[in-house]
């Protein structure tokens, strides 16, 4: 290679380190001197073969000084920005927190960073502000809450102990101001669908019953016997059938006492008196 090729060479490198976009690395000594080498250099490419050896010297310089630059990470700032750029913000409550991403994302988009630090404190400042966001609860979340609020609000709350019907308005109070709420977040629909399903588990109070163990219907007592057409008392069962007489000429099963005590009431005193007579005179035609 010639000596003009050699300084044509020099000139084109050094014009190549001061085409560097200083701005895409760290701040700081290595890129003060890398700029004012390149300065330096360009003044000597002027004249090139005049100043051939400093010119060569200048170059082997930038060569170590380019060495030194610490490239910052735009990259990464850059994919941050996109990703928190394809959040949806109507999918997240209007809050404090979403104002604060908001401006977090403003100042990602718009920084000029001299350091990888001041990148990477922009970084975390824009992820933390997303983890913050709150989300709105979904349309499938809003659907559930109206349809079990609908049925629930058929309940017959007299059916059901105080306790329980203080709570059963409670909950129908709050599923219906979540409803009403264009700002609801996820996790508080969530804590109003479990209120709904609660509801669920009660028990309506189980009906009294007498003393007796019998039901009164429209607060009327059973009777203990129930009375027939025109006020007549139902007999006992066994009273409506007429007693069999005894044949005189059969013995009486004295070890029966209901059955003696049935002859005795039928036969009567005068019965008993001819029946012992006719008694008398058979033994005496023996």
Known sequence: MSE???????????????????????????????????????????????????????????????????????????????????????????????????????????????TNQQIMETIDRLSNAMKALTRRASKEQIATIKKQFDVLSKLDKSQYSKADQKKIADVLAAAKTAMENKNLSEADAEKVIEQLNSLLTLKPIAPQKPDDGTEKPDGQTKPDQPAVPGGTPQKPVGQDKKPVIANPSTPVDTSDSTNNAGWLAIIGLGGAAAWFTNKKRTKLKK
């Open 4 to 114: 003009a090729d050699l300084i044509d060479q020099d000139v084109t490198a050094i014009k190549a380190y001061a085409a560097v976009d200083l701005s895409k690395y760290e701040a700081g000594a290595a890129a003060e001197t890398y700029k004012s080498l390149v300065q330096d250099s360009l003044a000597l490419a002027k004249d090139p073969v005049q100043n051939k050896d400093a010119l060569a010297a200048a170059k082997k310089q930038l060569d170590e000084v380019y060495g030194n630059l610490v490239a910052l990470h735009l990259d990464r700032l850059q994919e941050a920005v996109v990703y928190a750029e394809k959040l949806n913000m109507d999918n997240y409550v209007d809050n404090a927190e979403r104002k604060a991403f908001i401006g977090a994302l403003h100042e990602a988009k718009t920084l000029q960073p001299k």
